[in-house]
């Protein structure tokens, strides 16, 4: 099968009318260390929009994948694009593409909420009254406008991944990396993280975004791709829609045990 | 794979518009971003500042107390005490600057940041020299107090400021590094004193060198030493520092 | 020739009755002559006027140092390499130096403050060349403790590498510090009889001896190290196959 045709028969080429734009290209990403493999040959294209949901065994290498994909690891072999982008040419601009949101909050505890914006803001390259306009809108959009001279250290996890979740997007980026995100969210933060993901961007692009996850019925609900990996290897790809209830479980189950 | 490329339509990134230029930038920004969010944390935390001084002042003490009868020959010994003051107080500074980072993750979210990675340590050696520095100016008066000798000259200024700049290069890089390992707290030392050796010598006889008046031509080579430690160190440090970030 | 055939089906290869070259064996047999000539070279030298028999130790200390800073080469060669590729085989010659590094700094050192106890009256004196070789291997020893507080193979090597390049940059510094040591600091002044020893014809050739068997050692133990490791990798891919099978099975 070529890639092109491989391609056209994904769910996601089929959910977007007419030509797909490739956010993400993995092409046989590998991750080993001597005799010890992680990742073996992944090859996945995520398009503009599609929501994609990474499911495995623990130890299959989701985890390893994600942290590929955002930079934070290198992959041992294999060629990566971002919005068409080859990622070893532009490692560093490259990032600022890329939101992550993880189980850690990345936030800290003796800065405020605002504080806390302000600096990854400027991380990334925002200043003066955009960065102002932006925080201010985010942390009314997460529902923190009133405890933003606060610092972090006396906010619940709750309201700590809520903060987190302003962050992950303060720099609009095209492709959000979610890694088990649902790790102690609250009720509040857990409606919020399914706004942010299913929700329009800014610009008013739809959100790309691959995640992984424990919570099995939460992330069906929020992808429209199920994308399985198995000892390191994608061993079954699907979209969500056709998948429901305890068919998807068996369905699962059965996936990963090949 | 090639033939697909060309069907795809773009997608606006706007990172077209902003390529070499701003790369610089970018580098100066996180850096400096760094930096100023470390001071700023410190400012109202005042946690590494306090348990450095505190620990550099009870150092001190024991000196006292362990070497009563020296005292009266202060310029022999104090020298190397008040460097082995500070590179205790420095070790301990040092373990809390990247321990702060881990606890929430928020190395990570550094990490991520559109900026190559030496940048991150640029901005943080920057931050630890700065708390090394306030507390050494500090401990310099209560030392000469307790010992009744004073260390307090002008001329140690120099002397000072490259050793604490050899401090705050090494201590950087090998703080990140023993961050990621089991044994954080008890391995920083163990890597950071062997490596620190050449300025730990040279800055301790250089200032016994310009206490007792000698002439400059004696600690010249020691201060070129220490100069050119700290300059070898300023550059291979930042090519390391992806290495030891990445997994 | 049905077995021949078969012979190469399964071999893989044409190695029909032919031996592959294995210098570690080689080298094996190597030792076996020229250790004992070694031994016998160093009874038969000529003793030192001053030193009298206790010279003779200087024959394993100056391979030994000589081993031990080339350790640390091969530790710097290994670092720069997992720099430039993060390939697992730098790791592999990293580990080598390292740890016969150790093992040559501590026969250094030894030999060394035996041999002071005799030339300088002491067991041990802040010398500049023991000084620098002590230091080497209390950064062999962080570096040893540095490996195994990591869990990550990946993680392990990248640290190991930038240590080992640190380190190694700082071998120069260290030994050019020590001479700021003021001159009272030194037990006995040497010069005379200590670092400046009049070696003649037979005792040159006798070191040379010694130097060669102890880099055959060297290399003995390099080849054996190497493939230690090699084999702890393959059981842990063959571990990794296996645990993979009990999960999914």
């Known amino acids: ?258 | 794979m090639a033939r697909m490329a060309k069907i795809d339509r773009p997608i606006e990134t706007g990172l077209e518009k902003q390529k070499e230029k701003s790369a610089l930038s970018a580098y100066f920004r996180v850096a400096g971003q760094v930096f100023l969010k470390d001071i700023r944390t410190e400012l109202r935390t005042k946690e590494i500042f306090s348990s450095m001084a505190v620990f550099s002042l009870l150092v001190v003490m024991v000196f006292v107390f362990a070497l009563p009868g020296k005292l009266k020959e202060a310029g022999d010994v104090a020298p190397g005490l008040l460097w082995i003051a500070f590179t205790f107080a420095g070790v301990l500074g040092l373990n809390r600057s990247f321990i702060n980072e881990k606890d929430r993750g928020s190395l990570e979210g550094l990490l991520l940041a559109p900026a190559e990675r030496s940048a991150i340590f640029y901005g943080k050696a920057l931050g630890n020299f700065t708390f090394i520095i306030v507390v050494e100016l500090l401990l310099a008066p209560i030392f000469s107090m307790l010992f009744n000798f004073s260390v307090l000259r002008l001329e140690l200024l120099p002397v000072l400021l490259l050793g604490t700049i050899g401090f705050a290069e090494i201590g950087t890089l090998f703080a990140a590094m023993a961050v990621n390992t089991r044994a954080r707290e008890v391995l920083l030392p163990v890597l950071f004193f062997p490596i620190m050796l050449p300025v730990i010598i040279a800055a301790s006889q250089s200032t016994a060198a310009i206490l007792s008046n000698r002439p400059f031509d004696e600690i010249s080579s020691a201060l070129g030493l220490m100069f050119f430690f700290d300059l070898i160190f300023a550059v291979v440090p930042g090519m390391l520092f992806e290495l030891v970030l990445e997994e | 020739m049905a077995t021949l055939t078969k012979k190469m089906d399964f071999g893989g290869g044409v190695t029909t009755g032919k031996r592959k070259f294995d210098l570690s064996k080689v080298l094996l047999w190597t030792m076996l002559v020229s250790f004992p000539l070694t031994l016998i070279f160093i009874l038969l030298a000529p003793s030192d006027f001053e030193l009298k028999y206790s010279q003779r130790i200087f024959y394993f200390h100056m391979p030994s140092n000589i081993l031990c800073l080339l350790s640390f080469t091969i530790y710097f060669i290994g670092g720069l390499g997992y720099w430039r590729t993060r390939k697992r085989s730098w790791d592999i010659l990293m580990i080598t130096g390292l740890e016969l590094g150790v093992f040559f700094a501590l026969i250094g050192i030894v030999t060394g403050s035996i041999w002071a106890r005799y030339a300088w009256g002491t067991f041990w004196t802040w010398d500049p060349r023991l000084t620098t070789v002590t230091i080497m291997m209390v950064v062999y020893l962080a570096g040893w403790m540095l490996r195994s507080s990591v869990e990550d193979p990946g993680r392990k090597a990248a640290l190991t590498a930038v240590f080992g390049i640190i380190g190694f940059i700082n071998v120069p510094l260290v030994y050019f510090s020590t001479r700021f040591f003021p001159a009272g600091l030194h037990p006995i002044v040497f010069g005379t009889n200590g670092a400046a020893v009049a070696l003649e014809g037979f005792m040159i050739v006798t070191l040379v001896i010694s130097i060669i068997t102890f880099s055959q050692f060297f290399v003995y133990l390099m080849i054996q190290r190497i493939r230690l490791e090699n084999l702890r990798d393959q059981v842990a891919g063959v571990r990794m196959a296996l645990n993979e099978d009990e999960d999914y099975a």
């Open chain 1, 1 to 258: 099968m070529t890639n092109n045709e491989q391609l056209n028969n994904s769910p996601g080429a089929t959910l977007e009318a007419g030509r797909p734009q490739v956010m993400l290209r993995a092409r046989g990403i590998t991750k080993n260390f001597g005799h010890i493999t992680v990742l073996r040959g992944v090859n996945l294209d995520v398009n503009l929009g599609e929501r994609v949901i990474l499911l495995g065994p623990n130890g299959a290498g989701k985890s390893t994948l994600l942290r590929i994909l955002a930079m934070l690891s290198r992959p041992s072999g294999g060629n990566l694009e971002i919005a068409g982008i080859p990622v070893e040419e532009t490692r560093a601009s490259v990032r600022s593409l890329i939101g992550v949101i993880s189980h850690l909050t990345y936030l800290y505890e003796d800065l405020t909420a605002r504080e806390n914006l302000h600096f990854y803001g400027k991380l990334y390259g925002l200043s003066g009254e955009r960065l102002e306009h932006r925080v201010e809108e985010l942390l009314i959009k997460v529902g923190l406008e009133r405890r933003a001279g606060q610092r972090v250290r006396y906010f619940s996890r709750g309201m700590q991944q809520r903060l987190s979740l302003a962050r992950a997007i303060l720099h609009q980026p095209p492709l959000l990396l979610l890694d088990e995100p649902d790790t102690g969210l609250d009720r509040q933060a857990a409606e919020m993280l399914a706004q942010v993901v299913s929700e329009p961007d800014d610009q008013g692009q739809p959100r790309t975004v691959l995640m992984t996850t424990h919570n099995l019925e939460r992330g069906l609900a929020l992808s429209n791709r199920v994308v399985v990996l198995s000892a390191g290897k994608i061993v079954r790809e699907a979209p969500a829609q056709r998948l429901a209830g305890d068919e998807v479980q068996s369905w699962y189950y059965e996936a990963i045990r090949r």
